[in-house]
């Protein structure tokens, strides 16, 4: 009878440690806030709570600088007992390329970034399919031909969603131009602010940018009716911020991915493949169109977003034509995904130039 009961304890110990929820990490390159590429994960991970209820647990880690502090927090995730980690900003890319290999028994996965391993997969979205939808808005609404962009790093992704947006812009405005002006933080508002207050001083209408707080959206908003000047959000919408001039923007979806992914780890299925989708994928949406935007641009727009689900329209399809003249894509060929990931040249109609290695 005692050995009976022991096996018994035995057994349902086990069960125990089986229904244990799996503990799933994040780690956020900014403060979660309310808009913004880190808010749009945090959405993720709280529509993963939801979905995965009693079977995981997620812990988060906001606000983490790219570099030492990284590696330093990811392993600490680890060390902690978190079997799927997400480390969400592209220079997390070689810290959790360091600590994948220190933990085999962990799944890993980092978003915008390129290196892989048997336990490390990457996830990104197709942001420059929105900036090209975003760009024939501003082509259409510019006045002034001008249009302003805060960029934050010279980086693939970066450079994809400026080149995208000017091949929007100009594809109904041949005399439109982009300007840039870099920040070197993905997370700056006082920087952000400025160089938007900079480009509005040098004729820019219309604003957008590439880092991760409202100041740009937010900077437009009070220079709206003194200068007639109108915004795109980015990774999330921001009209809260801008209620009378956003436009619209592109916006990333992250719900359906992380539970998809979550729940394949959880069942057995590995980490699935590297994940890099767009709108026909739901990963990428259109902020709301402003009531501003004329009827037949609405319908303009509304017709490219179908064609780009359907795979008919490619915001990189040739000509595609370098800042310095060189052709990038012939026409009747349509740009690679590894170039471009590797992209680091501006196209025709960028007025700015890239900052000196």
Partial sequence: MAIRK???????????????????????VSPVGDAGWTYQHELGRRAL???????????????????????????????????IIFTTSFGYMNPTAKIAQQFPNV????????????????????FYEGRYLNGVIAGKMTKSHIVGYVAAFPIPEVMMGINAFTRGMQSVDPKAEIRVIWTNAWFDPGKEREAAMTLIAQGADILTHHTDSTAVVQT????????????FCYDSDMSKYGPTSQLSGTMEDWSAYYVRTVKAVLAGKGPGPNVWGGVKEGMIKLAPLNPAIPADVKSLVGKLEKELAAGTLHPFAGPVVAQDGTVKVAKGKVMSDDDLGAMN?????????????
């Fill in 107 to 126: 799944e890993f996965f980092h978003a915008t970034g390129y290196k892989t391993a048997k336990n490390l997969t990457t996830y990104n979205a197709r």
């Fill in 345 to 357: 040249y501006f196209v025709q109609g960028v007025a700015s130039t890239l900052p000196k290695q």
């Fill in 49 to 83: 709570e939801t979905a995965l209820k009693g079977e995981v647990v997620t812990q988060v880690v906001e606000n983490v600088p790219e570099g030492a502090d990284a590696e330093r927090v990811i392993r600490g995730l680890a060390t902690d007992g978190c079997k």
């Fill in 6 to 28: 022991l096996v018994l304890c035995m057994v349902g110990g086990a069960a125990l440690l089986a229904a244990a929820p799996t503990k799933v990490g994040f780690v956020y």
């Fill in 220 to 231: 437009v908003e009070e220079q709206h009716k003194a200068k007639n000047c109108w915004s």
